[in-house]
């Protein structure tokens, strides 16, 4: 009785407390704006929650809530509405989703959004700088981007003590302390190193607990769908980073993935095929998207989506929180370059992530809207089977649009990819003999 | 150094012959001045769109050659790259897959989503060293100066590397200076089409400009010095033409066909072709720590374009300033396709150009596009209304 209570408490946790924690947030949310408190608006690669925590700012991120839109199947609204303004077909959907958002006056369809007090951005994604200038023009808010230099080649990774990082580094350290006191403008707070300090230790435990839960998910069966579940997981890691609630969340959430790998308790009652995904999702047909290869007994084990929209957390680095700006300075550098990396300079990871979580197939979903993530896939896909002797299924769609999106279509690759990988392991099996 | 004159066939020509011979080298998708550099024995540094501190790799010994697409049919490069890009990135890497030009070295910037991702797929492809040179994109910091003047030192040793020999700071100084002249003799073109646009039209101007980005600045200079006093005196009348700036071209390059055509009806008396190019403003004093002085240059003395943050410098204020500048009554606002910081900065010039009741038209081209009566149509429509107004 006390084993099925426990396993009851414990077996779906992450996603319940990850979807009620969603829900308070947006409620608090929805509170700023009506009582026209601003919020800090950021984005997930480099979202600096950590400092901004010390300030009280709401924290808003643009491109959850415009992919909200499109997992309540209402993102069309909003794509016409920014259209209509002049805003090209052929831009980013999330850019496009919050313009409509912003002449709403910030009504989504979980709440309502506040108006940006400032923002807060790295050049992760070129399009985050865009984005931010359509704010400054709309509320005359200040805007800081943090410059972050991301790797210079493949493997060009240096690290402390090397000229080229310490340069990086400096530069990095150099702006959040500009950022500090725009933040003391902005907020009219004074900034307490202390508060700082706490955030970091929260943001450790955080940092810690996903990189464990991601390497978990190379148990057999897998313990989560890094599509679905790890989306929600995804969410909290954003939404809570440098929150006690974010740290305890992740704690139990490893505490979850061991419980149900010594249970043996996996993602999928019969798992057939584990899979890595490469890019963002199909928000429009979400869940109908992963159905779509779970049918077939396949899930995905690990993606690059849940490293680069992590903002780098998957790496599990540790702040020191004797020394929270320096530290913090590194932590971001690390962390905003390796989501870099994971987008761009990804071959030789996504052949670790196949023999790390003996994956049978990798998945590329390359989209219309994001050409920072897409550019390169097909021929990083090239290269990575020139690797590896893996079967791979390509498809393309948006994370948004859904005058781009054909299920039917697409239903037809992921089951001819399914018919490819069936026959694959059939005649693996008849080559060693089995029947 | 490499002495070799890889461009001598404007030479002993009188202007309307220099003018063909620029138009056939910049129409010539063989590169022959970058095979002839290379036939010598010299070195090629090719770079992305927009800006790229030429001076490093001259100071070097390398050839700079700006890589910004061709007229050419991206057969392999569209393998490799996704359905919704520009064209421009599919153009460059194919220069490269289809060995049109060999390089030592490619450098690309993290201008737009597409172009970071070029050093990562060009690297897949080639045995050459590809790189990104991480210019900064917090342009107001007090940082940025120092961060960038280590960025130039990181590529000053990796250009040593190439080059296999040191490149002291009086050689930067020498390429400081040849470059100097170089952005004056640009700035004395450009002169010459806002104050008397009907003696240089849109297409000439560009094509001189562009040469400079295939051969080496010595030879770019004396061209330029012969050219611009012969264009200073040619006999030419004003026209009827409606005084235009064209915005748009920072990155991928509209096709000569395009700017002739709007050169039929419109004197462009200003624009953003080729900008890296331009990109800094005036001469840069090499100093003591000549790096530092580039890399202040670019910060602080510098244009503006989609493609760089600079919270001093919004994007649709510095277009007025441009109109205003070179006293245009109207301004062609275009985009590349696909090219999302054209594209998002189009609206913010419609609304600043609308505020300032500019007449404006607004368009989008690609370098590949071959037809151009629609648009020509629409633009003489544009004009005449313009015209009888």
Not at chain 1, 158 to 168: E, K, Q, S
Not at chain 1, 375 to 381: C, F, Q, S, V
Not at chain 2, 315 to 332: F, H, N, Q, V, Y
Not at chain 2, 333 to 356: I, N, T
Request: some cysteine; glycine content about 8%; proline content about 5%.
């Amino acid at each position: 009785m006390e084993t099925e209570s426990k396993h009851d408490g414990i077996v779906g946790r992450g996603n319940r407390e990850g979807a009620r924690l969603f829900r308070e947030w947006f409620d608090s949310l929805t509170r700023a704006a009506e009582e026209d408190r601003g919020g800090a608006y950021v984005f997930v690669m480099g979202s600096l929650g950590e400092l901004l925590r010390a300030f009280d700012l709401p924290v808003v991120f643009p491109e959850i809530n415009s992919l909200q839109t499109a997992v309540r199947k209402v993102a069309h609204e909003y794509l016409n509405e920014a259209e209509d303004i002049g805003y090209s077909p052929d831009i980013c959907g999330y850019v496009k989703a919050d313009i409509a958002t912003q002449q709403r006056g910030g009504q989504l369809p979980m709440g309502r959004i506040p108006k940006p007090a400032i923002a807060v951005l790295t050049n992760a994604c070129n399009t985050y700088i865009k984005w931010a200038e359509i704010w400054e023009r709309m509320y005359h808010m200040p805007c800081y981007v943090l410059d972050v230099p991301g790797s210079r080649a493949d493997g060009l990774t240096p690290g402390p003590g090397d000229r080229d990082f310490d340069n990086d580094r400096r530069y990095v350290a150099a702006q959040l302390k500009e950022l500090i006191g725009l933040l003391e403008e902005t907020t009219g707070k004074r900034f307490d190193i202390d508060r700082l300090r706490e955030s970091l230790v929260h943001a450790n435990a955080m940092n810690q607990g996903w990189q464990r839960v991601l390497e978990l998910n190379r148990s057999r069966p897998s313990l989560f769908n890094a599509l679905s579940d790890g989306t929600i997981y995804l969410g909290v890691s954003n939404g809570f980073r440098g929150a006690p609630e974010g740290a305890r969340y992740f704690t139990e959430l490893v505490e979850e993935m061991e419980y149900k790998r010594d249970q043996g308790i996996g993602t999928l009652v019969d798992e057939q095929y584990r899979l890595i995904f490469v890019g963002v999702p199909c928000y429009p047909i979400f869940r109908r998207f992963t159905e779509l290869f779970t049918e077939h007994g396949g899930t995905f084990v690990n993606s690059t989506y849940l490293w680069f929209a992590s903002g780098g957390s998957n790496l599990g680095f540790q702040y020191d929180p004797r020394d929270p700006l320096e530290s913090l300075a590194e932590g971001v550098l690390v962390g905003v370059r390796d989501a870099m990396d994971s987008m761009f300079f990804q071959t030789r990871a996504l052949a670790g992530m196949i023999d790390d979580y003996a994956a049978d197939g990798i998945v590329f979903h390359p989209i219309k809207s994001c050409r920072t993530v897409s550019t390169g896939l097909a021929d990083n896909r090239r290269a990575l089977m020139a690797m590896r002797d893996i079967p791979s299924l390509f498809v393309e769609s948006d994370m948004m649009d859904r005058r781009v999106v054909s299920e039917a279509q697409m239903k037809n690759r992921v089951d001819a990819f399914f018919e490819g990988l069936a026959s694959r392991r059939q005649l693996a099996g008849a080559g060693r003999g089995e029947a | 150094m490499n002495e070799v004159v890889v461009f001598p066939e404007w030479r002993e020509k009188d202007l309307d012959g220099i003018l063909g011979a620029c138009l056939e080298l910049i129409e010539d998708t063989t590169f022959p001045t970058v095979k002839r550099w290379r036939d010598a024995g010299g070195k090629v540094v090719g770079h992305f769109q927009v800006y790229f501190p030429e001076e490093l790799a001259d100071a070097a010994g390398l050839l700079p050659f700006k890589v910004r697409g061709a007229s050419i049919d991206a057969s392999q490069a569209d393998s490799r790259f996704g359905s919704y890009l520009c064209s421009v990135v599919k153009t460059s890497l194919e220069l490269a897959l289809s060995e049109r030009v060999h390089l030592d070295l490619f450098v690309t910037h993290p201008i737009c989503d597409a172009a970071r991702n070029l050093a990562a797929v060009w690297g897949r492809n080639v045995s050459y060293p590809c790189q990104i040179l991480y210019l900064p994109q917090n342009a107001a910091s007090p940082s940025a100066a120092t961060y960038l003047r280590g960025e130039y030192d990181r590529l000053r040793r990796v250009l040593e590397g190439i080059a296999g020999a040191p490149v002291p700071n009086e050689a930067l100084r020498r390429s400081i200076t040849r470059f100097n002249e170089n952005r004056a003799l640009l700035r004395e073109l450009y002169a010459i089409k806002r104050e008397t646009p009907w003696q240089v039209a849109a297409h000439e101007a560009y094509v001189l400009t562009a040469v400079g980005g295939l051969v080496p600045r010595e030879e770019h200079n004396a061209l330029l010095r012969t050219v611009l006093p012969l264009l200073r005196s040619r006999a030419a009348h004003a026209q009827d033409r409606i005084r235009v700036v064209f915005e748009g071209g920072f990155c991928e390059q509209p096709p000569l066909d395009l700017i002739r055509s709007i050169g039929r009806s419109c004197y462009v008396v200003d624009d953003d072709f080729l900008i890296g190019m331009r990109w800094i403003l005036d001469d840069v004093d090499p100093g003591k720590d000549p790096l530092a002085a580039l890399a202040a240059a670019y910060l602080e003395g510098s244009g503006y374009s989609p493609v760089q943050h600079d919270p001093r410098k919004p994007k649709e204020r510095m277009l007025l300033d441009r109109i205003d500048r070179s006293d245009a009554r109207a301004a062609i606002v275009s985009s590349a396709k696909m090219c999302e910081p054209g594209l998002e900065e189009q609206v913010a010039y419609v609304q600043a150009l609308d505020g300032a009741r500019i007449p404006h038209f607004v368009t989008e081209f690609e370098e590949n596009m071959t037809t151009f009566e629609q648009l020509e149509i629409q633009l003489e429509t544009f004009v005449e209304n313009l015209l009888f107004d």
